[in-house]
């Protein structure tokens, strides 16, 4: 049995060139083994087994042969990117939420829909009032009577 | 041939089956399943992949699950 | 170093979202959405992540400054500036590529192209075609366009290059819009009525010089001359123009642009091409490694090489370049000034290849010679190869642009190329200045979203960006770099 620290112990089989180790799924979930274990599908080929809500045995089978220091040093990365993935699934839950709402105002408020610019469309065209309707009578009556008087002297001028 | 037994609490059983179409070509799979595992069989492996399709094949399957 | 313990004490109401990578000298790098970064060695980092910093120490307001603290302008601060580093989706496609012909008078042996010989005109686009890509293309609600001429060898269709400048500045004077054409050209067929119609229009001249004239004429076969001479020719005849019509007015004057495309005998040459590049003027050299598309894969024994290789030759190339400017040269090398905008500026300098969501459709559009119309060069690339009409949007003779632009192949390209969600993206460090290609994922491993970490692309371009960062924690070269993004937005013409 050999150990990187005393969370960590793996087991060598040398013939087959494989790696056993346990990882307790109640510390690191299992999101996080697929995470950690991703980022070393091009080093070795991985294989996972047991119980998720226990502790998972992962199986490295060394795509190449090392030496013991190599072989330490294969195991303590993944150890500390297992690490690594912990603490980016807090930080990411912790901000779940907040990057969503920063996300949808940045770029939706920046878009205006359809909709809200029909929407202007119209009120503005209201706001114009194109057939007058928004005008008092009265005044509607005056404004005729200044008109014709003013083409009735244009008439006399000529 | 080769025999790998997928737990099925860890391996999607929809990740399996796309590396099964995903690798179609190089070999035969058969699929059987239980409550617990997918048992797969790899025979008629291409002559060129012989010593590391199960390997690959697994990695692949396990690439599909994150 | 991590551990459980000071994992457990992770204060996550001040500390904001970041990811971060552990540097071999013990310092976190840590990025955010925005492309904020700060280096911290280890006990700043646990303090930062604790909650423990002085609010007062000039590191807190580093990091609240860089939207790393979650105080009371986070929220805000973070919007205004996710929403200015994503304006580009604001915006339809800005970048057109017209392949006027597929007919070339070389026969570059990495040619991507695909390119057909001179004889062949079926693949020469008429008259009738040109006008209706040049309608399209103002129908797009960008305000800036550029027109690029690609091919084969454009100038092998001259009438069609000129047809289209002349038709797009008549349709400009009534629409307006910020025009630009780039004729991209082995200039072997040049001359000087054509230059001077081309500066005259102010049309951008971009080429490719493969380095010194061994490795030039070895990738660039052509059988009519020397294409390193004929091609050098013309840099210098351009460039002299080019000096001349702007002598007095303007320091920084436009010149001719060239990218080398990196083969197995470009490696070990690195100092010469880089020299060669400074001896003709050029402010910048692009070191554009391979892609898996036309007559690159046909040759592969002789020009590829593995991932590591072509690392290893950036790594000296730009460490060349680097020494160079400690000399008082200012030269750049233009990948990394892409990436360096991104870093240090937080901007989108729209590298289209470099971007997520990548160019393809919403940035960009390819016209091809028999008017059918692509998500971008690389997808027209793919069917001229093979037949394989996969990234094909349609025809101009048949569908509108919001026919060619709103339809469920831009959205797939556009999904498969956003990092957000993807594995071995979405957390990476390295995620806010890094894009993918979903027709490069397409062509090489047969599914357009990426499959394994080990991608030939997005191995280089992780360590290119890497090396940056490794650079940056050098002062002397962050005042180089500052000059860098600075000098990469060349003047154009206007």
């Not at chain 1, 056993?20 to 799924?25: A, D, L, P, R, V």
């Not at chain 3, 454009?154 to 290059?161: A, C, G, S, T």
Request: hydrophobic content about 35%.
């Amino acid at each position: 049995m050999n150990k990187i620290n005393n969370n960590f112990k793996f087991e060598f089989d040398k013939k087959i060139q494989q790696i056993e180790f346990k990882i307790n799924s109640k510390i690191y979930p299992l999101t996080t083994i697929y995470q950690a274990t991703y980022l070393f599908l091009d080093k070795v080929y991985v294989f996972l087994d047991g119980q998720p809500e226990k502790e998972i045995k992962a199986f490295f089978k060394l795509k190449e042969h090392v030496n013991k220091e190599q072989l330490e040093n294969l195991v303590g990365q993944f150890y500390n990117e297992l690490l690594n993935q912990v603490l980016r699934e807090k930080i990411s839950q912790a901000n779940d939420k907040i990057r969503e709402y920063i996300v949808s105002q940045a770029l939706y408020s920046a878009v205006p829909s359809e909709v809200d610019e029909l929407l202007k469309e119209v009120e503005d065209d209201w706001q114009k009032d194109p057939l007058g309707i928004a005008q008092p009578w009265q005044e509607k009556k005056q404004a005729a009577k200044k008109s014709k008087k003013s083409s009735k002297k244009v008439k006399s001028k000529k | 041939m080769r025999i790998i037994k997928f737990n099925k609490k860890i391996y999607r059983p929809e990740a399996i089956k796309q590396a099964i179409n995903d690798f179609k070509n190089l070999a035969n799979f058969k699929l059987k399943e239980n409550s617990d595992y997918i048992e797969i069989k790899i025979n008629k492996i291409d002559q060129d992949y012989k010593d590391i399709l199960k390997d690959e094949f697994a990695n692949y399957a396990l690439g599909l699950m994150s | 170093m991590l551990d459980l313990q000071t994992i457990k004490k992770l204060n996550d109401k001040q500390a904001g979202f970041f990811r971060f990578k552990k540097f071999e000298n013990d310092n976190y790098l840590l990025t955010n959405d925005i492309g904020h970064y700060i280096f911290l060695p280890e006990t700043d980092f646990k303090k930062y992540i604790h909650g423990r910093l002085d609010k007062k120490s000039k590191l807190y307001q580093k990091l609240k400054q860089k939207l790393f603290i979650k105080d009371e302008d986070y929220l805000k601060n973070f919007i205004w500036q996710y929403r200015q580093r994503n304006s580009f989706l604001k915006y339809g496609p800005s970048l057109h590529i017209v392949v006027v012909t597929l007919r070339c008078n070389h026969r570059c042996i990495y040619c991507h192209a695909s390119a057909a010989t001179c004889k062949d005109k079926k693949y020469d686009m008429d008259l009738k075609t040109a006008k209706l890509v040049v309608d399209t293309i103002f129908k797009s609600n960008n305000n800036a366009i550029c027109i690029e001429f690609q091919g084969g060898e454009p100038l092998l269709n001259w009438p069609v290059v000129e047809f289209i400048i002349n038709y797009a500045q008549e349709k400009n004077k009534l629409e307006k819009k910020n025009l630009i054409f780039r004729l991209v050209s082995n200039f072997t067929l040049l001359d000087q009525k054509k230059m001077n119609f081309l500066m005259t229009n102010e049309v951008n001249f971009c080429t490719s010089l493969d380095g010194d004239e061994s490795t030039h004429n070895y990738n660039r076969i052509f059988t009519d001359g020397n294409s390193y001479k004929e091609t050098v020719k013309w840099i210098k005849k351009i460039n002299q123009a080019y000096k001349d019509k702007y002598k007095g007015k303007k320091k920084n004057y436009y010149r001719v642009g060239a990218l080398i495309t990196v083969t197995r005998k470009t490696l070990a040459n690195y100092k010469q091409v880089i020299d060669t590049y400074i001896k003709l003027g050029f402010r910048n050299i692009y070191l554009r490694y391979l892609n898996p598309f036309g007559f690159a894969l046909q040759a592969k024994e002789k020009i590829w090489y593995n991932p590591k290789e072509y690392i290893d030759f950036y790594k000296k190339a730009f460490d060349y370049i680097l020494e160079k400017n400690y000399q008082g040269r200012h030269f750049y090398e233009s990948m990394a000034a892409t990436y360096l905008r991104k870093i240090l500026n937080q901007e989108e300098p729209n590298n289209l290849d470099f971007r997520s969501p990548c160019g393809a459709v919403i940035g960009q559009l390819a016209y091809n010679y028999n008017g059918d119309v692509y998500t971008c060069d690389e997808g027209r690339m793919i069917a001229r190869m093979g037949g394989d009409e996969m990234f094909k949007l349609g025809n101009i003779k048949k569908n509108s642009l919001e026919e060619l632009i709103n339809n469920d192949l831009c959205k797939s390209v556009c999904f498969a190329s956003c990092v957000d969600g993807l594995p071995g993206f979405s957390e990476n460090v390295y995620k806010p200045y890094l894009g993918i290609c979903p027709v490069y994922n397409y062509s090489v491993h047969g599914n357009i979203f990426p499959a394994m970490k080990n991608n030939f692309r997005w191995q280089i371009d992780e360590a290119i960006v890497e090396y940056l960062f490794t650079k940056l924690q050098n002062r002397k070269n962050q005042d180089i770099f500052q000059e860098w993004v600075k000098k990469s937005k060349p003047p154009i013409p206007k």
